[in-house]
């Protein structure tokens, strides 16, 4: 029992290293790619305290190499996922039960665990698996992910200590109790952050969880599972199971005890789930906890008045960093025409600078997109804007696929405000570019607001504050993450809870106390110091 009112260590963000030439943390990382793409790993599933090897494998390969395997893992059957979700309910026991420093003691453990001895090893994981350059690596498999795990532990102190008023012959507490039954975990290739955070806050408020990584993140999952294990996750605590994502779905979802999902992924397989749900809805002990980040089409928006260098580098940065493969990547864009010729020839200059190929080559500034399908649908897109009367491909528009899935960052210029790649999500290095009359800012925002059914991140670039404001309440309810004179990109652990709404999901902010207020349910407790023993009330008495 605990013996104290226990302060946990003051959560801090982790400072982003240089990898400079000649640095320490270069020589590293490179040492760790070169070793993790020379040896080839087998990952089994994660079920209880076994390590299952199914026989039926699936080869990890490289997205900018995607002819050399580095690995293969095992895929699941439905005995398996019955079996995890009958190891997380028998895990749940003890687990929800453990005081709550000694869960905050393992995740505090696991990130500095990736601070130190694993920092070279997940970053280099993540350039292989996800072809980013090590500065996205950087930011996402070491910073974000210990941010994430030191800030969840802040944060559950503080949902811990949010207690109700007593009075002196009463005593009212709120117990914030995991929830009943198991959350299920489904993760994203993008972020090796998020693959962690999604079963990890779930499971640090005391959860048992199912976890099901993408089968393109495969690679850089294996690091994190071996940094919990190492930091002392109990066996059946998060179960970790690969394969067909229809079958492992519906398994789960059969489950009575399925008490919640902690999603991110793509809108219309978020809405599939949201429908599986409400159809089931009758057999489940509790009405289970639906969070989802899904998808956007995130803009920037120039006003007459702003930085034309700053609008530029925000394009370029917002929208071709780890080839635009972020929910929050800009992907549309609105100049006024006073500016557009300027902002044109500054583009075009940036991207002609643009190195892609492979991340170990740190000079590169993008790689590779994921796989063949993202390949064919960016390349499908491009060309069908070079065909498109009202859009023109006026940067990049080149792709190959011989060695790697390189897609070249690509600028499309229409005078179609609603042309297909305004709205469409393309989750790729594709900018489409419409130039606004100066003197149709109001309009221009208007547009903004009710061309796409995302509403994820969003930034504006303007000198003039009037404009700021009115951009700000205009384009309110289209970006759950709004950006002023900066990319929308980048939202940083405790700093910019990070969600949207509309179709781009529940908006619970991760990177904050509102996501974990998710996977508990409160119980209140009043306990009465001196029980009346008579039901008469004073009003009940007799006139004299």
């Given amino acids: 029992m605990p013996k104290g009112f226990f302060h946990v260590p003051k959560a801090i963000n982790e400072p982003v290293k240089s990898y400079a030439p000649d640095s320490p943390e270069k020589a590293s990382v490179l040492a760790a790619y070169k070793q993790q793409w020379n040896e080839q790993?087998?990952?089994?599933?994660?079920?209880?305290?076994?390590?299952?090897?199914?026989?039926?494998?699936?080869?990890?390969?490289?997205?900018?190499?995607?002819?050399?395997?580095?690995?293969?893992?095992?895929?699941a059957e439905k005995q398996h996922v019955e079996k995890a979700i009958a190891s997380c309910l028998e895990a749940r026991k003890e687990w929800s039960q453990l005081a709550w420093e000694q869960r905050a003691a393992i995740f505090l453990k696991a990130a500095e665990l990736i601070a130190g001895p694993y920092r070279a090893k997940i970053n280099a994981a993540t350039m292989i698996a996800q072809s980013k350059t090590i500065f996205q690596a950087e930011i996402d498999a070491a910073c974000e992910l210990i941010d994430f795990l030191r800030f969840n532990v802040e944060f559950m102190v503080q949902i811990y200590n949010d207690q109700p008023k007593s009075t002196s012959d009463m005593w009212n507490r709120v117990e914030y109790r995991p929830l009943?039954?198991?959350?299920?975990?489904?993760?994203?290739?993008?972020?090796?952050?998020?693959?962690?955070?999604?079963?990890?806050?779930?499971?640090?408020?005391?959860?048992?969880?199912?976890?099901?990584?993408?089968?393109?993140?495969?690679?850089?999952?294996?690091?994190?599972?071996?940094?919990?294990?190492?930091?002392?996750?109990?066996?059946?605590?998060?179960?970790?199971?690969?394969?067909?994502?229809?079958?492992?779905?519906?398994?789960?979802?059969?489950?009575?005890?399925?008490?919640?999902?902690?999603?991110?992924?793509?809108?219309?397989?978020?809405?599939?789930?949201?429908?599986?749900?409400?159809?089931?809805?009758?057999?489940?002990?509790?009405?289970?906890?639906?969070?989802?980040?899904?998808?956007?089409?995130?803009?920037?928006?120039?006003?007459?008045?702003?930085?034309?260098?700053?609008?530029?580098?925000?394009?370029?940065?917002?929208?071709?960093?780890?080839?635009?493969?972020?929910?929050?990547?800009?992907?549309?864009?609105?100049?006024?025409?006073?500016?557009?010729?300027?902002?044109?020839?500054?583009?075009?200059?940036?991207?002609?600078?643009?190195?892609?190929?492979?991340?170990?080559?740190?000079?590169?500034?993008?790689?590779?997109?994921?796989?063949?399908?993202?390949?064919?649908?960016?390349?499908?897109?491009?060309?069908?804007?070079?065909?498109?009367?009202?859009?023109?491909?006026?940067?990049?528009?080149?792709?190959?696929?011989?060695?790697?899935?390189?897609?070249?960052?690509?600028?499309?210029?229409?005078?179609?405000?609603?042309?297909?790649t305004m709205e469409t999500e393309l989750f790729g290095p594709v900018m489409t570019i419409y130039v606004y009359d100066d003197s149709k800012w109001e309009e221009t925002l208007k547009l903004v607001d009710q061309t796409s059914a995302y509403a994820l991140t969003g930034a504006i670039f303007s000198q003039d504050r009037y404009a700021i404001n009115q951009a700000t309440k205009t384009l309110e309810n289209c970006a759950g993450n709004f950006y002023i004179n900066d990319k929308p990109t980048g939202a940083v652990v405790g700093m910019q809870p990070?969600?949207?709404?509309?179709?781009?999901?529940?908006?619970?902010?991760?990177?904050?106390?509102?996501?974990?207020?998710?996977?508990?349910?409160?119980?209140?407790?009043?306990?009465?110091?001196?029980?009346?023993?008579?039901?008469r009330y004073p009003f009940l008495g007799e006139n004299k």
Wanted: hydrophobic share 40%; aromatic share 10%; with cysteine.
């Fill in 41 to 75: 790993i087998e990952v089994p599933l994660f079920i209880g305290k076994e390590q299952i090897k199914t026989g039926n494998t699936r080869n990890m390969t490289a997205p900018h190499d995607h002819q050399h395997v580095v690995g293969k893992y095992h895929l």
């Fill in 498 to 535: 990070f969600g949207g709404a509309r179709a781009s999901g529940t908006n619970d902010k991760a990177g904050s106390m509102q996501n974990l207020l998710r996977w508990v349910s409160p119980r209140t407790i009043k306990e009465t110091f001196v029980t009346p023993v008579d039901y």
């Fill in 180 to 420: 009943e039954g198991f959350v299920y975990a489904v993760t994203p290739f993008n972020f090796t952050a998020i693959s962690a955070n999604l079963p990890a806050s779930a499971a640090l408020m005391g959860n048992v969880v199912v976890w099901k990584p993408s089968d393109s993140q495969v690679f850089s999952a294996k690091v994190i599972i071996d940094v919990f294990r190492e930091a002392g996750v109990p066996d059946g605590v998060i179960n970790v199971v690969f394969g067909d994502a229809k079958m492992i779905s519906e398994t789960v979802y059969a489950s009575p005890d399925f008490a919640g999902i902690h999603f991110t992924g793509s809108t219309h397989v978020f809405k599939d789930i949201f429908k599986h749900i409400g159809n089931n809805i009758e057999i489940y002990k509790t009405y289970p906890r639906i969070v989802g980040e899904t998808g956007g089409k995130d803009f920037i928006v120039a006003h007459p008045s702003a930085n034309v260098r700053q609008v530029v580098t925000g394009i370029v940065r917002g929208a071709f960093e780890f080839q635009g493969q972020k929910c929050s990547a800009a992907s549309r864009a609105y100049i006024p025409q006073s500016l557009w010729p300027e902002v044109k020839s500054e583009l075009e200059k940036d991207m002609k600078t643009l190195k892609m190929g492979s991340p170990e080559d740190f000079s590169n500034f993008i790689t590779a997109v994921i796989h063949e399908g993202s390949f064919d649908k960016l390349a499908s897109a491009i060309d069908q804007a070079k065909k498109d009367n009202d859009a023109e491909v006026i940067i990049g528009g080149n792709y190959d696929k011989s060695k790697g899935w390189f897609i070249e960052p690509t600028v499309i210029l229409t005078t179609n405000p609603k042309y297909a």
